[in-house]
C-alpha cells in the first residue's frame, strides 16, 4: 500500500456512510435537495452555454434567429390586431404595448414548453450519470432569461426610439413581476417536466394550456378592455354584477396576468393613462408568495418523481 | 484501515414493472385487466455486498443477470425496491462513455462539460485539461465538433475525461473494450495507477481474462442473486459452470422444440479420472516433466459414427494451454454403442509450478458438440520455484 492509499483509507473511514442516490423524505429533503443544486451550479452553467451554443449552431444566420420570431409575431399583432381590428386606435403606442406582453410571454412560454422536455430531451445523461435531475428544467431557465434580456434590450431601444423611456420608480415593477413569472415558470416545468417522463401527453398538454393561458393574459389586448367587458352597468342585476365581479378576480388570479401588466407598468410609458388592475403590488407579492409555495411543492414531487426517471425513460 | 467498507449494499432488491400498454386508448380498453398487462421483473433479488477501500471488484454474470443494474444502483441512478446502497466518498461512474458529450459543440467545449457532468469543478478541469487532451492523443482535433469525430476519437476523448476524475470509487460498465489495442493497454495501466492509490474499482465486464488480471475479488451474478463471491478464480470457476449448463438447457431445448426430427447423439462422459506416471490419481501432483494419462469413460446411447474425443489443459482462470483430439492425432474411432473407455497420455508436460484443470469434448466430425466438461479433473505442478507462469523451460544463466 502506498501513502496515497493508505492516506485514502483513513480519510474514507473518517467519512460517514452515506445513501446512494436522491435521498426520501418529502420535508427533510429539501435542504439536501438544495445543497445538491448549489454543488452543480457550475454545472448548471456548461448546461446553459451547451443549449445556447447548440441551438442556432450550423445556421448562417445564428443566434439571430432567437430574435426573429418574436419580432414576428410583434408584426403579425401589431398589423392584424392592431391595424385591421383597430386595437392600436383605443391603446397607445400599441407596438411598444405588444412588444412588452410578449417579451414577457416568449420568457413564459419557453421555459415551461422547453422544461417540460428537458428531462425526456436529457435521457441520455439521466440514464447514465446520477447528478440532481433538477439541473436539465434549471439550465432551460438560465437559457431562457439570457434570450430574455436580449428581447429586454430590443425592447428599451424601442421605447428610446419613441421618445418614452421608462424611468423612476416605474422600474419596481419590473423585478417584482419578473421574480414572480420566473417562480411561477420554473414550478410548472420541474413538475411538468418530472410528470412527462411518465406520461408523455403532458408534452401535448402543454401546447394547448399555453395557447389558451396567452390569450387569457392581456398581451395583445389591454387590460381596459377587459374591465370595460367586466364593468357593472347600471342596467345590470347584482347577480350578473356579482358574476362579472368573480370573473374580474379570476382572470386577475392569472399570474401571468399580473406579471403582463406589471411588465407593462414598467415599459409602457404612453399607457400610463390607462386603467390598471386595484392593488397591483400587492397582487403581486400575494402572488409571488403562492408562487414560492407551489415551488417548493412542486420540487419536492419532483424530488419524489425523480428516483424511477431513470427506468422510465 | 483496509477493512473500511467504502460501497455497502444491504438486502437490495429491483422489481422492473414491464407494462405492455403505454397510451390512454389501450388503457381504457385494458381496464380491468390492466394486471394481465403487467409483468414484474426482478432484476435483483437480496443482493448483500460489501465493499472495502482499495479493493478490486469484478462483477460478472451472464446477460440480464443484473450486473448493470447493480451498477445504477451503486452510482444512485436507479433506486432500490427494497433494501439500501451507502457509500464513502466520491464517486465516478463510467458507465457509458461520453454520455454528456454533445455532437454539436467542440472537443474542448465537450471535455469542460462533461468533466463537470463527472464532478470536476471548471478550476480543476483546467488544471488537467491538458492532460486529458494528451492522454486522448487527439490533440489536432481539440476544437472541431465531436460530430465530426470517429468514434475511436470519441471513446478516446471521453476515456480521458473520465480518468482524470479523482474519485475514491470507480465504477466501471463494459467500457474498457473501446479503443485499439495501444490506446486499451493505456487505460488498463491507469486503472492499475488507480488501484496503487488505493481508489476502488468495480468492474463490470464480459472479458473474464481482465477480472482474472486485475480483480481481487469477483462476483457472481445469476437471474439476480449473487451466485458466488470470492477470489476471482473460485468465481470464474462458477460462472463458467453456469455457462455449460445454460448451454446444454439450450440444446435440450431446441431439441424439444424443432419438428424435425434431428438425429442427436445420445453419447455422454461417465467418468474421466487422471493417473501420473508415477501411478497417483485423484488429484494428482505432477513432478516436472513427468507424463500424465487422462482416462475417460463415455456412454453413447445411440450409435456413434464419425466422432471424435478432446481433451485440453486450462489454468484455473480459464485460459487454455493445450488441446488436442483424436482428428488431429490421426485416429479415426469406430462406430460405438454403450459404454466404452478410451485413453489420453501426455508425455513430458512442461507446465510451470501451479494448479491445472482437464477438459473434456465429445464432438462428431461435423464439429458439434456432443458433450463437454469444462473442468473434468483438477492436477497440480509441483515447481523448484525458479519460475512463474504455466510454461516451463530449462533456464540457464551464464554471464558471458
Redesign the interface.
Known sequence: MTDTATERAVRLAAEPLREAGPRPGFASGTLTSLRDIADHRELMGFLVRRELKSRYKDSALGFFWSLIRPLAMLLIYYIALGKFLGAARSIPDFAIFIYTGLTAWTLFNEIVTIGTASIVANSGLVKKVYLPREVFPLSVVGSAIFNFFIQVGILLAATMAVGRFPTGTRWLYFPLSLTLLLVFATALALLLSAVNVYLRDVGYLVEVALMILFWASPIVYSWALVQKQLACTPQMTAATCQTHQTLEQLYLANPVTLVVVGFQQTFWVAGDGEPIPTHLAERLGIALVIGVLLLWVCQRIFARLQANFAQEL | ??N???I?IENVSKR?VIRKE?S?KERVVNFGRSNLHKDDFWALRDVDLEIS??STVGLIGPNGSGKSTLL????????PTEG??????R?A?L??LG??F?P??TGR?NV??NA???GL??KQTDLHFDAMVEFSGIEPFIDT?VKFYSSGMYVRLAFAVAVHVDP?ILLVDEVLAVGDEQFQRKCLERIRGFQ????TIVLVTHGLDQVAEFCDRAVVLEHGRVAADGSPREALKVLRAEFESTRLEEVERAVKTSDAPIVRKGAKFTGIALRTDSGATGHPSLKRGEGLTVAVELEATTPLDDWDIGIGIATPLGPALYGTNTKLLGVRLPLHVGVGRYEFHLGELALGEGDYSVQASLTSSDGTEIHFVPQAAEFSVEGDGSSHGALAARARFTVV
Open positions: 484501515m483496509d473500511t467498507s467504502v455497502r422492473f403505454k390512454l477501500t482499495g445504477k444502483m451503486i452510482s444512485g441512478i436507479l433506486q439500501s446502497v451507502h457509500l464513502r466518498g464517486l461512474a458507465l457509458e454520455a454528456g454533445h454539436d459543440l467545449e469542460y462539460l463537470s457532468i463527472l469543478s471548471k465538433q475514491d496503487h492509490e488505493g481508489r
